[in-house]
């Protein structure tokens, strides 16, 4: 789970080293007047906040603290990326976790585990890919971004086998 968590955040990398602060600060109409910055910042912070929650064996994504530098500056968010990398190389997947969340009328307490929220942070980061490819593509075309970003893993192998 480790590297395919690290293997999206490369992706994450390769996008940020083509963008300038400008193009990742700027409010897109395509997406609702947010940015792409908004969203990388979003990623990164569920990624921390699991991390963090680790430590205690308590995660609360509701309660993650936003940090705006990770939304306007491409080399902060690429400093906490590969910091984020780093720490997922020796992460013991088994610990139990508790987990916080909040529903419409009520917030509450949930078990998981490490490896569950891997896989979470994961495919809640492919989703946001989904969204800043789109993005991207709409109004940076001269941004290289692969077919493959942000399409989730199942569909990369179905679609590898209806190909064959």
Not at 73 to 101: G, H, P, R, V
Not at 121 to 129: A, D, P, R
């Amino acid at each position: 789970m480790n590297q395919s968590n690290i293997a999206v955040l490369k992706q994450l990398d390769e996008l940020l080293n083509q963008l300038s602060d400008i193009e990742y600060a700027h409010p897109l109409e395509i997406i609702s007047q947010n940015t792409i910055g908004k969203h990388v910042r979003h990623i990164l912070e569920f990624y921390t906040c699991l991390l963090d929650g680790i430590e205690n064996k308590s995660v609360d994504y509701d309660a993650r603290k936003r940090n705006l530098d990770l939304e306007n500056y491409t080399k902060k968010a690429l400093e906490t990326s590969q910091s984020i990398a780093e720490k997922l190389q020796n992460l013991d997947n088994k610990t139990e976790l508790e987990l916080f969340a909040t529903l419409p009328h009520a917030r509450t307490k949930l078990t998981s585990t490490t490896e569950r929220e891997l896989y979470y942070v994961l495919e809640h980061t492919i989703h946001h890919f989904a969204i800043i490819k789109i993005a991207v593509r709409n109004a940076f075309p001269h941004i290289n971004i692969a077919d493959e970003f942000g399409v989730a893993y199942a569909t990369l192998q179905h679609q590898e086998t209806i190909s064959n």
